[in-house]
């Protein structure tokens, strides 16, 4: 059977302070995959996806940037921290062609100080 | 554009009743599919239910049905039976396929009382 993993669970980190978020997929090959932020009590917005190895894709213009070093890795970073970038953080997969439903890591909690 | 609404922001069910919560899209592509997730308070989203632009017949998965109307645009979550465990905020999100990108609602957040 197929899993996520996403750490850290829980991070802070202070205004400036660079950002590293990795997801894992086991299981199954040449997934889609996804980030997605969740602001307080709000829905979930699209930042980046990727459809294959190095193949990066970004819906939403901000500080954050995205890599996808191997198959079932996928890494968001940051150079710098901002007050903003507070939230909740989720990696998910998908198999890859056709309409399929997303499936969640755990999520990281993200706080800026 | 695409656009997806869930126009409840909270709602309450007594235990072993059943709920409905609402979501309309809108495409202009015939060919889309849409999706349920459940997000305990614990923030994992948890996948309950899908429903493609085609499938003839509603889709069941245990205590969930999805109450499709093509025409009207709507595809409502029905949870049937309800339970405490139930209590959870429920996103409904859809996708037109490339990349299988999906966009949220703004969720639902759902109390079932004893």
Not at chain 2, 60 to 85: C, H, P
Not at chain 2, 103 to 113: D, M, R, S, Y
Request: with cysteine.
């Amino acid at each position: 059977s197929q899993t996520i993993h996403q750490w850290p669970a829980t991070l802070v980190q202070p205004v400036g302070s660079p950002l590293s978020l990795e997801c894992t997929v086991e299981g199954t090959s040449n997934p889609n995959l996804y980030w997605y932020r969740q602001a307080a009590g709000r829905g979930l917005q699209l930042l980046f996806y990727s459809v294959g190895i190095g193949q990066i894709s970004s819906e939403v213009p901000q500080n954050l940037s995205a890599s996808r070093p191997q198959d079932r890795q996928f890494i968001l970073s940051s150079k710098k921290l901002l007050l903003s970038d507070s939230g909740f953080y989720l990696c998910a997969w998908t198999r890859s062609g056709g309409v399929r439903p997303q499936h969640f890591g755990d999520g990281t909690r993200l706080s800026i100080l | 554009a695409q656009k997806i609404t869930q126009t409840q922001p909270g709602m309450f069910v007594q235990e072993k009743e059943a709920v409905t919560l609402d979501c309309t899209y809108d495409t202009s592509d015939p060919s889309y599919g849409l999706f349920w997730y459940k997000q305990p308070s614990s923030g994992e989203m948890i996948f309950l239910i899908y429903q493609g632009s085609y499938d003839q017949q509603n889709a069941t998965e245990g205590r969930y049905s999805l109450n499709f109307q093509k025409a009207r645009k709507s595809a409502n979550l029905v949870i049937s039976a309800s339970q405490l465990g139930d209590s959870a905020m429920y996103f409904c999100a859809f996708t037109t396929g490339g990349g299988n990108k999906l966009t949220f609602g703004t969720g639902t957040q759902l109390k079932v009382e004893l």
